[in-house]
């Protein structure tokens, strides 16, 4: 679209929308005068009406005649002639209505009197006082009327309302064809304005269009006005000459740039080592983002070995380094294989996420699948460890899944892309937890939530973590279960919800059953000793099962 039409896209809404308000106001006050006139005229001959035929029966009164029926008929001749005498069109009639919707009185005979009876029989006992819009014989009336109790008659003054809103309708053609008139004239207008102002931009943009099509840099353009658009035809001139020394200058840029990529793919190659390719990718495609942090659902992944400093101590300096490096190769191929990102490592520990800086739909579930391969891994690791005549390695994984910040966090000499928050201080707890519980992998229950699905979960416990008050339940998980062991995670959930129910007594009988399914249990143990106490001492009213950890 030209920049001429949009000048008068921009600028026809502003008049039309002024002549429209202008118009608009105008209409209603010209029309709300016309018609409040004409109902106050309506109402005032209703007035001198109502008058005139209160005086005439007030002379029938004066002289005792309102019981002879001859004067009363010619009283009610003499209002009819006076009705005749307010008649000022021929559309306009008054007329009068008794109890039984006959008419009394009227100005002009009233077609289909008879069919409309009940018409008038309803409008009689409604006896409206203010101005309304009966419809009589097919057409629509403004009216307005009055009850006179001697005669037992409803009075009414009428007049059609195509004749009487003729005035507002006539005004309302006229508005409308005011209103074209001015929006056709404003648009001729403006377009031939339009035309004149951006005319030295046509000639801008053919001159470009002859530059590019025949390479011609020796092509100008006529500078016409003093203004603006002047001052763009001047400057386009400088441009055009300054191009052909700027082409020497582009192709260098272009072999500089070329050398450029060939060192970017190299830096990139490299820093994978030590950052994800999407995090590279990301900030090489928006390098001022690289300090803006974002707030995520992701799952957050701690794996610890236990006893490192023991086993450290008992080994060379270079079998430990490279059972390290065996051991860190298996597990972070591991969390790659399932989309997560390394984080860092902690000395032994690993920190890793999954869910940025890319995210997939299956993250939570991929970190669990990720922490149970890993366990699964360590096994074999360990045998390789005994056949090279070395200590095994014994890990413990913690899981969460929550809203995190993530984001690269330093400054812009040094900065690391981590993820930071509450959710992951609980990650790190669960992790130490492995050890108090004897478990290799425990998940919180927001991730349990999202993967009961797929895996199978046992609720451990409900625990509050050092440094919160708030307490989490905690799950051990697995891939697959024997017959066992189904049963014997069946029974433990049926043991847990009596136990959280203060049935400690049938929670120990089915803590003990477990252990035919689970000879040994840990969790099962631990149970059975807490129903023990509990059985004898009972915890307050209040208790909801929560255990206060101190650990890490």
């Known amino acids: 679209m030209s920049i001429k039409?949009?000048?008068?896209?921009?600028?026809?809404?502003?008049?039309?929308?002024t002549l429209i308000l202008t118009v608009v106001s105008s209409y209603q006050f010209a029309t709300k005068g016309i018609t409040d006139i004409a109902q106050e005229f309506l109402k005032f001959k209703s007035e001198e009406f109502k008058k005139l035929v209160e005086n005439q029966w007030s002379l029938l009164t004066s002289y005792n005649l309102t019981e002879n029926e001859e004067f009363v008929q010619s009283v009610k001749s003499t209002i009819q002639a006076n009705a005749l005498g307010l008649i000022k069109s021929q559309s306009e009639l008054i007329f009068a209505l008794d109890a039984e919707g006959n008419i009394g009185l009227s100005t002009s005979e009233i077609k289909n009197a008879e069919a409309e009876r009940s018409i008038y029989k309803k409008i009689f006992d409604q006896k409206e006082s203010r101005l309304f819009n009966p419809v009589?014989?097919?057409?629509?009336?403004?009216?307005?009327?009055?009850?006179?109790e001697p005669f037992d008659w409803y009075f009414l003054i009428t007049e059609e309302m195509e004749t009487f809103y003729k005035t507002v309708t006539n005004m309302t053609i006229l508005s409308l064809i005011i209103l074209v008139a001015?929006?056709?004239?404003?648009?001729?207008?403006?377009?031939?304005?339009?035309?004149?102002?951006?005319?030295?931009?046509?000639?801008?943009?053919?001159?470009?269009?002859?530059?590019?099509?025949?390479?011609?840099l020796t092509s100008r353009v006529v500078v016409e006005y003093k203004d603006e658009t002047g001052e763009l035809a001047h400057t386009f001139n400088l441009m055009i000459g300054e191009l052909e020394k700027a082409y020497n200058q582009i192709k260098s840029y272009a072999f500089k740039s070329a050398i450029a990529q060939k060192k970017e793919k190299k830096v990139r190659q490299i820093f994978q080592k030590y950052v994800p390719r999407?995090?590279?990718?990301?900030?090489?495609?928006?390098?001022?983002?690289?300090?803006?942090?974002?707030?995520?659902?992701?799952?957050?992944?701690?794996?610890?070995?236990?006893?490192?400093?023991?086993?450290?101590?008992?080994?060379?300096?270079?079998?430990?380094?490279?059972?390290?490096?065996?051991?860190?190769?298996?597990?972070v191929d591991i969390i790659m294989g399932q989309n997560g990102i390394i984080d860092k490592f902690i000395g032994d520990a690993i920190m890793?996420?999954?869910?940025?800086?890319?995210?997939?739909?299956?993250?939570?579930?991929?970190?669990?699948?990720?922490?149970?391969e890993m366990t699964e891994a360590l096994d074999t690791f360990n045998k390789n460890q005994d056949e090279l005549g070395l200590p095994a390695f014994h890990t413990g994984i913690g899981i969460n899944y929550g809203v995190v910040t993530v984001g690269n966090i330093g400054s812009e000499k040094k900065m690391d892309y981590t993820v930071i928050g509450d959710?992951?201080?609980?990650?790190?707890?669960?992790?130490?937890?492995?050890?108090?519980?004897?478990?290799?992998?425990?998940?919180?229950?927001?991730?349990?939530?999202?993967?009961?699905?797929?895996?199978?979960?046992?609720?451990?416990?409900?625990?509050?973590?050092?440094?919160?008050?708030?307490?989490?339940?905690?799950?051990?998980?697995?891939?697959?279960?024997?017959?066992?062991?189904?049963?014997?995670?069946?029974?433990?959930g049926e043991a847990m919800r009596n136990y959280y129910g203060r049935d400690f007594k049938k929670a120990k009988e089915q803590f003990r059953e477990i252990q035919k399914y689970l000879p040994g249990d840990y969790i099962a143990e631990v149970f059975m000793e807490r129903c023990d106490r509990y059985a004898v001492n009972p915890p307050p009213e209040n208790w909801d099962g929560l255990e206060k950890m101190t650990s890490k």
């Open 352 to 372: 890793a996420f999954f869910g940025a800086p890319v995210k997939h739909e299956n993250d939570a579930l991929a970190s669990v699948l990720a922490g149970i």
């Open 5 to 17: 039409f949009k000048i008068i896209l921009i600028v026809l809404p502003l008049i039309l929308l």
């Open 423 to 492: 959710m992951v201080n609980l990650a790190s707890r669960l992790e130490g937890l492995t050890k108090q519980y004897k478990q290799k992998l425990i998940i919180s229950e927001s991730l349990r939530n999202k993967v009961v699905d797929d895996v199978f979960c046992r609720m451990l416990d409900k625990v509050a973590v050092k440094g919160k008050t708030r307490g989490v339940n905690i799950y051990s998980v697995e891939r697959k279960l024997n017959d066992a062991s189904k049963k014997g995670w069946y029974y433990h």
């Open 182 to 216: 001015s929006l056709i004239i404003s648009t001729i207008v403006l377009y031939f304005f339009a035309s004149y102002l951006t005319r030295p931009l046509t000639k801008v943009v053919n001159t470009m269009k002859d530059i590019i099509s025949y390479n011609d």
């Open 136 to 148: 009589f014989a097919g057409k629509e009336r403004v009216a307005i009327g009055f009850y006179f």
């Open 278 to 331: 999407d995090v590279i990718d990301q900030f090489f495609a928006h390098p001022e983002s690289m300090l803006v942090g974002e707030n995520r659902v992701l799952s957050v992944l701690f794996s610890d070995i236990r006893g490192f400093t023991t086993i450290s101590e008992g080994m060379q300096p270079d079998e430990l380094v490279q059972s390290l490096n065996r051991y860190f190769s298996v597990m």
